[in-house]
């Protein structure tokens, strides 16, 4: 097997500061340069990488370099999409976007919550929410596809209640739910946690949505089916298994290093130094599932399920 598609962060930055992020970068991180771009980009297309998601930080906190980015990976015809909180598009941007990916493929943005004074509380940004509903149907209205991703912990668990109405007012192509793994500077914070009831309302919730609006519903973590079971109602929800350090890996592109997940705090080599293929040996924990948590590692449907990761441990069924 080999690596067939990757993360580029192309910023730490970030213009807001949620409470349950793993990227905390200070405003003076570096920047990547054209010249590194144009390096990863040829380097990535050599190897054979067939689908690209740009993400950072925020991704228009650089948008020049991210624009940049994007079209150069179009240019060589990889599948894109890209990751950003919508707060700092406008007329122009949105124009790029749809000019290029949009037609195609889907631009992601996150939403802590449906709720606005909660919303702004978890990105300790005041406004943060009227700004991402603003680039939400800037988006809309250049006919561009948005899929819209919720982190779920105690921190808004009941908030799921709202989505349908939401989703009515503000409609989008696609909705993605996934329990929060707490950060590794934080790990042991309770509100950043997730109960096997809160499990089981995310897959409740992604049924719901499917349902009432007929959209493609996912949740990027996994949800284990000795929490949620093999109810068939359930088959709808997709991306549930983690393909981390086998199908997919993540390159910091101002420094060059190689993740396999951004969770543990691990480098896997340098993108300007190291070849794809050493990267990829370096990985093999990931590929002979040494993450795992606990529970799952003997698990008799662990092959139906793939499981929880390490860092999700204990993840509500203990």
């Not at 624009?67 to 894109?80: C, G, M, N, T, W």
């Not at 992601?108 to 702004?120: G, R, W």
């Not at 199908?247 to 993108?271: H, M, P, T, W």
């Not at 130094?273 to 050493?278: N, V």
């Amino acid at each position: 097997m080999k690596f067939s598609a990757v993360t580029l962060e192309v910023t730490k930055k970030c213009n807001h500061h949620c409470a349950f992020c793993y990227n905390i970068a200070p405003a003076s991180s570096s920047d990547v340069s054209f010249e590194q771009i144009d390096y990863v980009v040829q380097k990535l297309h050599a190897y054979g990488i067939q689908r690209v998601t740009v993400t950072g930080g925020e991704p228009y906190v650089v948008r020049e370099k991210t624009e940049y980015l994007v079209s150069k990976l179009l240019q060589y015809e990889f599948d894109v999409c890209l990751n950003t909180n919508l707060t700092l598009i406008d007329n122009s941007a949105a124009n790029f976007l749809e000019q290029s990916i949009g037609h195609c493929n889907t631009v992601y943005s996150s939403i802590p919550s449906v709720i606005e004074e909660n919303c702004d509380n978890i990105t300790q940004r005041t406004g943060s929410y009227k700004n991402i509903i603003r680039g939400l149907e800037l988006c809309k209205s250049y006919n561009i596809s948005v899929g819209l991703n919720m982190s779920v912990s105690q921190l808004n668990i009941d908030d799921l209640d709202y989505v349908p109405a939401f989703l009515r007012a503000h409609p989008v192509d696609s909705f993605t739910l996934f329990p929060v793994i707490p950060p590794i500077y934080d790990r042991t914070n309770p509100t950043l946690s997730n109960d096997a009831k809160n499990l089981l309302k995310v897959a409740d919730t992604l049924c719901r949505v499917h349902d009432e609006f007929g959209i493609i519903v996912g949740s990027i973590r996994p949800l284990p089916l000795c929490i949620v079971g093999n109810d068939s109602r359930f088959n709808v929800i997709r991306g549930s298994r983690c393909t981390t350090g086998k199908e997919r890996f993540a390159i910091d592109l101002s420094s060059g290093e190689v993740e396999a997940c951004s969770q543990e705090n691990r480098k896997y080599g340098n993108i300007y130094t190291d070849t794809i293929e050493e990267c990829y040996a370096r990985m093999s924990e990931w590929q002979h599932d040494k993450f795992l948590a606990t529970v799952c590692r003997n698990c008799s449907i662990l092959k139906d399920c793939g499981g929880m990761c390490l860092w999700s441990d204990p993840c509500g069924r203990c």
